[in-house]
């Protein structure tokens, strides 16, 4: 069933705390701890493993940062509504993958869930970086850290008989995105451009990850990836609006 009650109640107390932040940002720090307790105790409880609480704790963190880039009501309102969504399939996928670790459709959901959190915390924390004069070290460390603990928490679904395997690929991918971001700070554009690229970067070496833990890694597969990347960091580069360099 697509909708589980358990869910649909931590959802719905996550819509109230982005609404409270969008109208009473005043009350910003309660809110936010609140939201992030609540999220780390409903993934643990609802998936059954603690690995689950680490989409919904790293989506609220970056759903409120990039809340807060949203400078329009209406476009708020529309943000609040999409993360609300996502938020909830990250939730429903645990509680599916807590039942059966091998549904499919419940993999799927936190493959999107995943996807969303990696862009909206990779464009906030580089709005950020690019708002509020944020040391570079900082935004790499940041990168590492959320790309290796969300990256962790999916391999783990799939690679379950061997944790050390798992923390040392999902090491390394972090450090890949830690260099490749330093290398984007040097490109002239804006937050969601940059978000949009790394997450382009980031989804190629995740998929020839999970294609080696599922035995799926071949020359088609590298292939496939390099094509679907030169095509899709072309589209973003003749589509996207380049900031002058000052």
Not at 71 to 80: A, D, K, P, S
């Amino acid at each position: 069933m697509f909708l589980q009650l358990r869910p649909f109640i931590q959802s719905f107390i996550f819509l109230f705390g982005l609404e409270l932040i969008a109208f009473r940002s005043e009350w910003v720090m309660l809110i936010v701890i609140f939201m992030l307790f609540t999220s780390a105790y409903a993934g643990r409880e609802i998936g059954g493993r603690w690995f689950f609480s680490i989409l919904p704790v790293f989506f609220t963190l970056s759903s409120v940062a990039l809340l807060y880039l949203i400078t329009l009501g209406y476009e708020q309102q529309i943000f609040i509504l999409l993360s609300v969504g996502m938020y909830y399939i990250s939730l429903l996928g645990a509680y599916r993958l807590g039942l059966y670790s091998a549904d499919k459709t419940a993999r799927g959901m936190n493959m999107s869930a995943m996807a969303a959190t990696i862009f909206f915390a990779y464009a906030a924390i580089y709005g950020m970086y690019l708002n509020f004069l944020v040391p570079l070290y900082y935004l790499m460390l940041i990168y590492c850290l959320v790309t290796l603990l969300v990256s962790c928490q999916y391999f783990f679904i799939i690679k379950s008989d061997d944790k050390r395997q798992v923390w040392v690929y999902s090491l390394l991918l972090s450090l890949v995105m830690a260099e490749l971001i330093w290398v984007m700070n040097f490109w002239p554009f804006g937050y969601l451009t940059t978000g949009v690229i790394a997450l382009i970067l980031y989804y190629v070496l995740w998929d020839l990850t999970q294609s080696y833990f599922l035995n799926l890694l071949s020359k088609k597969r590298v292939i496939a990836n390099m094509i679907f990347f030169s095509v899709m960091i072309v589209l973003v580069l003749l589509s996207t609006k380049w900031l002058p360099i000052i």
